[in-house]
């Protein structure tokens, strides 16, 4: 543990200090503002896919409820150390109303209910005109200093990856362990197994609603297709998946991996970053559905055979 | 086109989320075969059915076969990942564009007393009903279907009676998947399409299975009538737009407060 | 009895048409080692699952301490203090064997163990009890199927429990673990728990349980002590009855 928070420390200086070193490299600060982005909602994601296994495919409509909620506050020139915190309060209210009839069901229905839900939300966006603007999305007009942004979204990152470490250790990740692995048992060992999957998915629904207001002040457009999406729903599943599920080092690593291969694949042709995710996905599931750290423990297990290693991601 | 589904669903016991993909692929295969080859629309299920048995057959043997042992959720993400592949080469090989079927017979109708009804949805409405009772007397009256049954219900009593279980989950799973092209190919004289065509249908056929019993054939076929006049009801009342979010609403409502579908209630309540 | 620490009175549980649990009126004195005993589908799994709060009955009531536990939900009703173990073992696969333990040692009582480290030391001193203190480390998967019984009645421990429901805990264990388990049984009385167990095992219940109920169908037929219940006409003819099917 005491290595790993010192680890953290350094990355966390040394990302710090690039902007610093390295003021004019605007793509790579480009770049590693999307990965701290990527990185917090993959690991918002995580809590609930990964750490209590409810694997949600509709995760986009808590970060679409922040990204307008933060929108529609700025243009009405409220200010963002309130219209921040209200986004994310809101798509924790909003986890709450779905989350309470999801968590009847169990395991892939609790998945497919998620699809419907994400939709569902998605085409509500759509048809809230007066609201939401429709279709055409909503347009902001002038965005915060990329330092700024670089510095929120990492900031974000280091709050999300410090909560699920600290979860990971607490009581708390007991129950969603024990959750995951067996719901029936947990229950007939006192754990309130409803109640943590519904923690559980508030957390990572404010999470995801402030991963929002930093997207609209981002990018400042948002759009039912773009925030409630589909394809944002799907990115939040791979990423964790990737990179392994329900460790806390592993959505980070997904994000990362996920950010490069966008990068490289988006301008070549449309859609092949997907393809390449769909394969990827299949070939871990597959072979090591652990993810990179899995695969990453097995050679460290080859290396050295006698040690007994435990991966604690 | 949700039949697949639920036959996939009873006999393996995972949710086979790739049924978008083939439905989708099922148009496109379509489409392509008229539009390359001059192929009749109506024809191109002889084409499909054989061809997406054996993806399915293949499917199986090679990758689902490997996680059916694992937790649910490992299986529902592998089929996850394989829609993801076939939508997404469907982006590149065909591109995004909106592609629809048109000839003749699209556009032909018939007066029937004072109402004006287009042919081919007649024609799609008397084939799905045609391999409702296909499938039904299919699974039903041969030994092939009856061990399909069998397996659906009790995978170890069918090997202890002689079933080859793992041949006939990997026959179950290429019959869904060749259901899954039929209904889309037969969609695709319905409704124009893009590589995205079978998300919101595929989410419908949840809908409609889990409104029928998650294993019912027949109560497929109730849920299919079911939402169906849920959208009809629902579209008067608000915007066209808004029509696939009662499907999606009935999928999550139905979900939640009817685990068993409509059959398994009637049921349970005709016992209880 | 004058003051029965667990009472079910008039559990029903239907499936369907199915009547697995048929009106069963049941009373556990405090300290006692009850046998729940019957025949393969008695509805001696299910009257536990009523009890723990699993399933809820259709009818009938469920009083522990003199309170009112019907349709709770089972993590209550484990956290007030009636503990279940399962039938077939369902241990957390990713966790050790300590950390299964733990579980119950964070979630099933009251007050809170103080952090991981209280927890940990609270789950230890059951694996010791329980024999597994050697293996605390190794993944729960690991363990043999004697090692499963045991770590099911290590985390059940771990709650705290007053009524312990053991669900077949024997089945399957070869002589030498079946004896050590019933020793575990023992122990785990000594320090005031009262158990009921599920048992198949007839001789193991004679030996150890105070007094024995027995179901058939889903009725109680026959309650009382061992000896008497066991030469008693009705359960022989039950047993027989199942033994000439099978």
Known sequence: MARNGAFAAIAIAALVAVPFVAPHAEYALDVLFLIFLYGAMATAWNLVGGFAGQVSFGHAAFLGIGAYATAIMTQNGISLWISVPVSALLAGAYSLVIGIPAFRLRGPYFSIATIGIGEATRLIARNWSSLTGGVSGLTLSSAPPLLLQYFAALALLVAAVGLAAWIRASRFGYALAAVRQDTDAAETLGVATTVAKTQALFLSACILGVAGSVYALHYLFVSPDSVFGFSTSIALVIMPIIGGLGTVTGPLIGAVIYTFIREQLAATLANVDLLAFGVLLIAIVVFEPRGILGIADRIRRMRKPPAVTVPDG | ?272 | MADPILEGRGLTKRFGGLIAVDGVDIAIERGEICGLIGPNGAGKSTLFRLISGVMRPTAGTVTFNGRPITGRSAHDICVAGVAVTHQIVRPFRDMSVVENVMVGAFFGHRPRPRGRGGARAAAMEELEVCGLADRAESPARSLTLGGHKRLEIARALATRPKVLLLDEVLAGLNPTETDRTLDLVRTVRERGTTIVMVEHNLRAVRGVCSRIVVLVEGRKIVEGDPDAVLTDERVVSAYLGTAAHA
């Open chain 2, 1 to 272: 086109m949700s039949y697949g589904l639920a036959l996939i669903y009873g006999v393996l016991k995972i949710i086979n989320l790739a049924n978008a993909g083939f439905l989708m692929l099922g148009a496109y295969v379509t489409w392509w075969l008229f539009t390359a080859y001059h192929v009749d629309p109506l024809l191109a299920p002889l084409v499909i059915i054989p061809v997406f048995f054996l993806i399915g057959v293949g499917l199986e043997r090679t990758l689902v076969r490997r996680v059916l042992g694992s937790e649910p959720i490992i299986s529902l993400l592998l089929l996850f990942g394989v829609w993801l592949v076939l939508q997404n080469l469907a982006y590149v090989i065909w591109t995004g564009d909106t592609r629809s079927i048109e000839n003749s017979f699209i556009e032909s109708t018939v007066k029937l007393g004072g109402l004006q009804l287009s042919i081919p949805r007649l024609y799609v409405f008397a084939m799905g009903v045609l391999s409702l009772i296909a499938l039904q007397l299919f699974l039903t009256r041969t030994y092939l279907g009856r061990a399909i049954r069998a397996t659906a219900q009790d995978r170890d009593a069918a090997r202890l009676v002689g079933v080859d279980v793992d041949r006939v989950m990997g026959i179950a799973f290429g019959i869904g998947i060749a259901l899954a092209g039929f209904g889309g190919s037969l969609l695709s004289l319905l409704f124009s399409f893009t590589p995205d065509f079978g998300r919101v249908l595929s989410l419908k056929s949840f809908c409609i299975v889990v409104l029928g019993g998650l294993d019912s054939i027949v109560g497929v076929a109730f849920g299919s009538v079911a939402l169906a006049i849920a959208e009809a009801f629902g579209v008067r009342y608000m915007p066209a737009s808004m029509q696939d979010l009662i499907s999606f609403v009935v999928l999550v409502v139905v979900l939640v407060a009817l685990p068993k579908g409509i059959v398994g209630t009637l049921r349970s309540l005709r016992r209880g």
